[in-house]
T-cell receptor, first 113, second 114 residues
């Protein structure tokens, strides 16, 4: 069976500090990978998606970046966090060639202080 | 641009009632419609996925319907239980370059009272 792991679960970071959130998927290969953010009082917004190693597409301009160094690893980063980066970050995956269901990880709570 | 709306934003009902959650979308060019459950502070659990060619899907006490022409989906929960209390999100699957993404509604926060 497939599983998705995301860490850390909770993070409190000062403004201007760097960020690294990591996500890995097990039990599948060549998945489509996604980073979503859920800000307080707002819906889920797609930040980045990837269809393969090193291939990153951004949905919205922002202070964040993403990387996919391995097939089943997806990393969300920032060099200098802003207060507005606070929120709940969710990694997700989908089988590329069959099935439409998108599966989500448990999420990472980021508070920038 | 696809927009997804969920009504009501919050719903509180006594245990045992049947209930319907509503979801509407503006663009009928969707691959699918997916319903999720989110418990407080947690990730999303997929409940049901309806392909664009389908009219409904059922899983246990849950039944989801899809009417692409009217841009609507409903999630029917039968014989509600306190454990059903959560936020329910619907999301439309739409095409993006080389992949597919979900466009989410704001969710309906459901409370089932014992």
């Amino acid at each position: 069976s497939q599983t998705i792991h995301q860490w850390p679960a909770t993070l409190v970071q000062p403004v201007g500090s760097p960020l690294s959130l990591e996500c890995t998927v097990e039990g599948t290969s060549n998945p489509n990978l996604y980073w979503y953010r859920q800000a307080a009082g707002r819906g889920l917004q797609l930040l980045f998606y990837s269809v393969g190693i090193g291939q990153i597409s951004s949905e919205v301009p922002q202070n964040l970046s993403a990387s996919r160094p391995q097939d089943r690893q997806f990393i969300l980063s920032s060099k200098k966090l802003l207060l507005s980066d606070s929120g709940f970050y969710l990694c997700a995956w989908r089988r590329r060639y069959s099935g439409n269901t998108i599966y989500f990880g448990e999420g990472s709570w980021l508070t920038v202080v | 641009k696809q927009e997804v709306t969920q009504i009501p934003a919050a719903l509180s009902v006594p245990e045992g009632e049947n209930l319907v959650l509503n979801c509407s979308f503006t663009d009928s060019a969707i691959y699918n419609l997916q319903w999720f459950r989110q418990d407080p502070g947690k990730g999303l659990t997929s409940l049901l996925l309806i392909q664009s060619s389908q009219r409904e899907q059922t899983s246990g006490r849950l039944n989801a319907s899809l009417d692409k022409s009217s841009g609507r989906s409903t999630l029917y929960i039968a014989a509600s239980q306190p454990g059903d209390s959560a936020t329910y999100l619907c999301a439309a699957g739409v095409a993006i370059q080389g992949a597919q993404k979900l466009v989410f509604g704001q969710g309906t926060r459901l409370t089932i009272n014992p």
